[in-house]
T-cell receptor, first 113, second 117 residues
């Protein structure tokens, strides 16, 4: 069935450094790849997304890249700040009848001041 | 825009009782709503997909008779946990997907923390 693998499970960086989180997906029909940030006890917040007709998308300090051939997509956060500390989830979806999201396992990012 | 609410935000119930959780899209019509369960320090696990006016589609391993889902209108879906047990204690989150410009994105509710004693 559909599966999304996410690595690493934890990531600790120094403030100002970059952070990279990687995901792979199994369903070749997937065409929508959102990234969510979740703080403890709160709802996931969409931070950036990419569709399969695009290879890269950037929004200020956040960027996402997609390699459809390899079924990989990655989140890049530059100039990290302590407030970036949270759990990040990748997900994959197809635009079929349901458009359901399959989530990765999550990455706990800690940005040390 | 694209606000989703959930009620209640938290609930404590006794083992064997039933609990209903509501999910509402406040400013858009949600043709499809999704229900997730999230255990501590784990990912979101999709439980079921709910389309307005039709039966929900449950993911493998989710008991449809235990987790009753009703999507009676384009702005409201409910999840009822029947005969709750302590192992059902979890964070339940809904999301809603609209049509047109919202076709891909899902908007998440704030979640409901269920504790079964």
């Amino acid at each position: 069935g559909e599966n999304v693998e996410q690595h690493p499970s934890t990531l600790s960086v120094q403030e100002g450094d970059s952070a990279v989180i990687k995901c792979t997906y199994s369903d070749s029909a997937s065409n929508y790849f959102p990234w969510y940030k979740q703080e403890l006890g709160k709802r996931p917040q969409l931070i950036i997304d990419i569709r399969s007709n695009v290879g890269e998308k950037k929004d200020q300090r956040i960027a996402v890249t997609l390699n459809k051939t390899a079924k990989h997509f990655s989140l890049h956060i530059t100039e990290t700040q302590p407030e970036d500390s949270a759990v990040y989830f990748c997900a994959a979806s197809s635009s079929g009848n349901t458009g359901k999201l399959i989530f990765g396992q999550g990455t706990t990012l800690q940005v040390k001041p | 825009g694209a606000v989703v609410s959930q009620h209640p935000s938290w609930v404590i119930c006794k083992s064997g009782t039933s609990v209903k959780i509501e999910c509402r899209s406040l400013d858009f019509q949600a043709t499809t709503m999704f229900w997730y369960r999230q255990f501590p320090k784990q990912s979101l696990m999709l439980m079921a997909t709910s389309n307005e006016g039709s039966k929900a589609t449950y993911e493998q391993g989710v008991e449809k008779d235990k987790f009753l889902i009703n999507h009676a209108s384009l702005t409201l879906s409910t999840l009822t946990v029947t005969s709750a047990h302590p192992e059902d204690s979890s964070f339940y989150i809904c999301s809603a997907r609209g049509t047109g410009g919202f076709h891909y994105e899902q908007y998440f509710g704030p979640g409901t923390r269920l504790t079964v004693t």
